[in-house]
């Protein structure tokens, strides 16, 4: 249960659109100097019994002020690319190709370094006594809870204060926060006013460094080079744009090959100059940075608009989610850049598959690669990767609010080197949710409240010290964790 001062401040913030609505830097300022106050407040250590009837108090005198809280449906940005329906199936279909492509498909998985499937079923030979299903890191792997702190997963995940609130994009949704790669300081934000900002949150007090502006439309998804020098962005207004992150100048500025709104993008693992982006009219493309040009053989149509792109570690495999509840898996060719369409999972026909988060976890202490997924059917989904092929086996799923907003979630970056494994993730509900994959029963291990906005994006530095969320209204908000 999150902390009562938690609930005061997320009180709070429902009700801060409703303050100096002309006065957006003071509704900012506000929240701020609230959270600083309550939480210097419960350290006097009120009776718990008496804080929660002010908690009802303050919802009571709010409520008689601004009236009652409005519908937090505002939110347009994919209007018609998010949609939801009743219909549920659940099965994995196989594409049928001619037979040289067949035989090509045969022939790569015969010559493929790595073997999901063997993988697997070493990495079960090795826990058999486990309880089925449990894919994550064990008990026995006590050199990697050392180097976790030796904490549990309540302890570790235990954030409480902000450190920080951004109201740099305030009053246009911000879909995305990311940290720069093996970085505690450094997070890019994208908001649907066109822009992209980055922030350094160490020496405080944290600053944005700089805006990058370009876009003239929405920026709806963004990518770090894995040296961080570089960063891909995609836009409603048909192009996708390189920035320099050094000096936040546009190197490079590509049109959709088919001149659609592009949703999402996402380098390819192994060589960041390729990247793949999602379009509206349903189709993925593999792009050269370098050359500006989309690389031939390297595209491919779905169902619908493409709203979500995840690789696998080794970049072998892309998985691509539309807005029509389809999840499909491509193999990508190292050499050529070329994808050959292998699977398609239906997950509910008609919601959108609005984020795709692919871990590996090969090692002694895992058993199965991963993949975490957003649907707007009111559950998160853990699934299981099988093959080599990118067929998916639903392992869970954990109950969020997600109908119609384009919601992500993450894995967390230490998840292999602890007993447990933490997923996080953002809900319409304007909370925070930490869910425990291993636990059969009550798996929410934290909730954070503070947003006044469905959150969208969620994102975690390297050590998992700090964490970012972001919402509907603008607010960027700057999570610390708890010290012990």
Not at 356 to 377: G, H, K, M, T
Not at 420 to 445: L, P, W
Request: glycine share 6%; proline share 4%.
């Amino acid at each position: 249960m999150a902390a009562v001062w938690q609930q005061v401040l997320a009180v709070d913030a429902r009700y801060n659109a409703y303050r100096t609505p002309n006065f957006p830097q003071f509704r900012t300022q506000y929240i701020r100097r609230r959270s600083q106050l309550l939480r210097e407040n419960a350290k006097a250590g009120y009776d718990p019994l008496i804080r929660k009837q002010y908690v009802k108090l303050r919802w009571q005198l709010l409520a008689q002020r601004y009236g009652p809280l409005s519908d937090q449906n505002s939110f347009r940005a994919y209007s018609n690319s998010i949609r939801s329906s009743r219909t549920t199936l659940d099965r994995m279909e196989d594409f049928e190709e001619d037979p040289r492509a067949q035989g090509a498909r045969g022939h790569r998985r015969s010559v493929s370094r790595g073997s999901y499937q063997l993988q697997a079923q070493m990495n079960r030979a090795v826990y058999e006594e486990r309880p089925p299903g449990c894919v994550v890191p064990t008990s026995v792997a006590e050199a990697s809870r050392a180097m976790a702190g030796d904490t549990t997963l309540s302890e570790n995940y235990a954030f409480a204060g902000m450190h920080h609130i951004f109201d740099q994009h305030v009053d246009n949704a911000v879909p995305k926060v990311q940290f720069a790669n093996d970085d505690k300081h450094l997070l890019a934000c994208c908001s649907l006013d066109g822009t992209i900002s980055i922030c350094q949150l160490v020496p405080t007090p944290p600053i944005v460094l700089r805006v990058l502006k370009g876009h003239t439309r929405g920026v709806t998804d963004f990518a770090w080079s894995l040296s961080n020098d570089v960063i891909v962005s995609t836009s409603l207004d048909t192009t996708m744009r390189i920035w320099a992150t050094e000096d936040g100048k546009c190197i490079r500025e590509i049109s959709d090959p088919d001149g659609s709104e592009l949703l999402c993008c996402t380098f390819q693992p192994m060589n960041n100059n390729l990247t793949v982006v999602g379009n509206g009219k349903h189709n993925v493309h593999v792009m050269n940075i370098s050359t500006g040009k989309k690389v031939k053989g390297g595209s491919s149509k779905l169902t619908g608009r493409v709203l979500s792109l995840s690789f696998d570690s080794p970049g072998r495999i892309l998985w691509a989610g539309d807005n029509r509840g389809s999840i499909y898996s491509f193999l990508f060719d190292m050499a050529t850049g070329k994808l050959t369409k292998a699977k398609r999972l239906i997950v509910n026909e008609g919601s959108s598959i609005t984020s795709i988060s692919a871990r590996s976890w090969i090692s002694r202490e895992a058993r199965d690669p991963s993949l975490l997924v957003n649907a707007c059917i009111n559950k998160l989904l853990l699934y299981r990767v099988v093959d080599n092929e990118g067929t998916l086996q639903l392992k869970r799923t954990f109950q969020i609010q997600q109908s119609s907003h384009p919601i992500s979630s993450i894995f967390c970056p230490l998840m292999s080197f602890r007993q447990g494994a933490c997923i996080v993730t953002g809900s319409e509900d304007m909370c925070v949710y930490f869910f425990d994959v291993e636990r059969a029963t009550k798996a929410i291990v934290n909730k954070l409240q503070g947003h006044s906005g469905p959150v969208l994006g969620v994102g975690f530095n390297c050590d998992e010290s700090l964490l970012a969320s972001s919402d509907t209204t603008g607010m960027v908000i700057i999570w610390r964790r708890e010290q012990k």
